[in-house]
């Protein structure tokens, strides 16, 4: 499938890559954007169980050891609490990249809420949010959870975790409207799922395989 690349994914490959360089360019100079329109967003459908199965996963190199970024010190943007993906090993993550503002992160946002209430209370199974756009804060991010009714973990991404994950896995991980989502399983190994909106069943299909597993 042939990716797009929006205007925003494209602002924020430039700003963790001035980051890097030490660059101290403005969150408005960083980013000057504007809602994807529906067509720039998306012109694919949702993608079947079995394509998602089919799917690329991170290369072998990328599942060998464990990225930095899982040990990357993140704020629970609910409770204030420290936390790194870390904490989780044993247990099957799965993992949102988006953005306040991106409508089609929100709709994903929803299948993963119906995820949740499909699996019931399970104690191995954690959702994480990660929001990439620089110029959102913690602060907002708690009110968008609560006003959403979305309970699951959260968290800004620093630039360098950002940067690394669009290293990884590609650069449409920066791209929120493309609803980038990765699977991380009981051994710390990351598989991303296709992009494009997911509906509750085909996260379950995709999941339940790992959530089987044992350590």
């Known amino acids: 499938m042939k990716t797009q690349i929006t205007l925003f994914s494209l602002m924020l490959l430039m700003a963790v890559a001035l980051t890097a360089c030490g660059g101290t360019s403005t969150p408005a100079v960083m980013m000057e954007k504007e809602t994807p329109t529906a067509d720039v967003m998306m012109e694919k459908e949702t993608p079947t169980a079995g394509a998602m199965m089919n799917d690329a996963t991170a290369s072998p190199e990328a599942m060998m050891e464990s990225p ?46 119906a995820l949740h209430t499909l699996l019931g209370e399970r104690d191995d199974f954690i959702s994480l949010g990660l929001d990439i756009d620089p110029n959102e804060n913690a602060a907002d991010l708690k009110g968008y959870v609560e006003s959403n009714g979305f309970d699951w973990l959260y968290a800004v991404a620093p630039l360098d975790v950002a940067r690394e994950i669009s290293t990884l896995y590609g650069d449409q991980f920066l791209n929120p409207p493309s609803t980038p989502m990765l699977v991380i399983d009981r051994h710390g190994a990351a598989h991303p799922l ?3 909106i997911k509906s509750a069943d085909e996260l379950l299909q995709f999941i339940q395989p790992f959530l089987d597993g044992a350590m």
């Open 68 to 113: 930095a970024w899982y040990s990357a010190s993140l704020t629970d943007a609910s409770t204030g609490q420290a936390f790194t993906v870390n904490d989780f090993k044993g247990k099957v993550l799965l993992v949102e990249t988006l953005a306040m503002w991106c409508s089609n992160c929100k709709k994903q946002q929803v299948q993963v809420k």
């Open 194 to 196: 296709p992009f494009g």
